[in-house]
């Protein structure tokens, strides 16, 4: 029986495991309370997991890293600098906590834009690194099975600082559809060449890579400069897919549909980016004063709505609410539909706010 999710309203696990991947990287592993429930996702999807910290329920996005099917959620985490929730987890959440989590979402995976099969032949690279190798290795453990030619690309330090060495070595040994190649910056004591992943790299760890269908998550400098080697050398960028961390739409307005203002208000002489405007939030009877300009995301937060913010970066979709009246312009659309533009919703964490607005939420 699978696990059922509540829309779009967090649900409680518990973690019945966490180990160490890495000295700064852990995997948990999160189920259902009391039943042993199935999980079911897209590998390459996210959940958004909340925590408890000095009495705040805290919110990011993870990546899934388990596979569909089993009776578990597994997250790998690793540590960042200043990272609240990242940190926390690794350094206090204990097996028998709960967590809050949200049902996984995610354009990136690898059920929505599968390999393209290729002159009878079916290929995929997946290219990683750091914790970016969390969606790929979960998309490519999926295609183990299903006569698929896996490339694995991963960058990292050391070793003992590729997330999941072990795991990677053994599916390397075991199944003759998994080619993996490391590109390590010390690669003492391995089989590994030492590297830094450019053009000429690609070509000769990789020979066939534009017979292939591309996977890519990373750091950002590292996608783009992935992404724009791959334009280079002649890539069909159609078969090309990245996780986004960051949002890639350019500002768009956003205007509520029974609104006659214009979404770029302009300012005359007497007028400053400091005009004051006012949040209306009638479902719980709030009225919270702001500033022209300021993230609609944070005044919602700051004046304790319920409103869940994980990502922060327009990206999860787990603030999502619908401006009824007024004009905010947003900077990612992300994860609505064009329906909901229609209708007014926006990401809060990517809307500021250009005027006096109306606001549900919940």
């Not at 948990?28 to 999980?39: N, R, V, Y």
């Not at 996984?104 to 690194?129: C, W």
């Not at 453990?141 to 690309?153: G, M, R, T």
């Not at 922060?312 to 992300?334: D, F, H, L, N, W």
Request: net charge negative.
């Amino acid at each position: 029986m699978f696990f059922e999710w509540q829309g779009n309203q967090p649900v409680t696990l518990r973690c019945i495991d966490k180990f160490h991947e890495t000295h700064d990287c852990v995997s948990i592993q999160l189920a259902d309370l009391t039943e042993s429930f199935l999980f079911d996702f897209k590998p390459g999807q996210f959940i958004n997991l909340g925590v408890e910290i000095n009495g705040k329920m805290e919110f990011r996005a993870y990546s899934v890293s388990s596979m569909p099917g089993d009776d578990h959620l597994q997250l790998t985490i690793k540590r960042v600098e200043g990272g609240k929730v990242s940190n926390y987890i690794l350094d206090s959440l204990l097996i028998g906590d709960t967590v809050q989590a949200l049902a996984p979402i995610g354009e990136f995976n690898i059920v929505d834009h599968p390999p393209l099969e290729r002159e009878n032949q079916t290929k995929a690279l997946f290219i990683s690194a750091g914790c970016g190798i969390t969606p790929v290795f979960a998309m490519a453990k999926h295609c183990l099975d299903k006569n698929i030619d896996i490339a694995f690309l991963n960058i990292a330090r050391t070793p003992e600082e590729t997330i999941y060495f072990d795991q990677l070595e053994t599916l390397h040994s075991v199944y003759p559809n998994f080619e993996l190649s490391l590109l390590l910056k010390d690669n003492q004591n391995t089989r590994h060449p030492k590297g830094r992943l450019n053009s000429e790299w690609l070509q000769q760890l990789v020979p066939d890579f534009k017979q292939r269908t591309i996977y890519l998550c990373g750091p950002n400098q590292f996608m783009l400069d992935t992404q724009n080697n791959l334009i280079a050398l002649g890539f069909d960028m159609d078969n090309f897919h990245q996780e986004s961390f960051t949002p890639t739409l350019e500002p768009t307005n956003a205007v509520s549909p029974d609104s006659n203002q214009d979404a770029n208000v302009t300012c005359d002489n007497n007028e400053t980016d400091s005009l004051g405007v006012s949040i209306a939030v009638p479902n719980f009877a709030t009225t919270i004063d702001a500033a022209k300009g300021d993230l609609l995301a944070d005044k919602l937060e700051s004046a304790g709505l319920p409103l869940i913010i994980a990502c922060r970066s327009g990206i999860c979709g787990s603030c999502k609410c619908k401006v009824t009246k007024g004009a905010v312009t947003s900077s990612s659309q992300e994860t609505l539909t064009e329906e909901e533009i229609a209708q007014g919703y926006v990401l809060a964490c990517s809307s500021s706010l250009q005027s006096d607005v109306e606001v549900e939420i919940g």
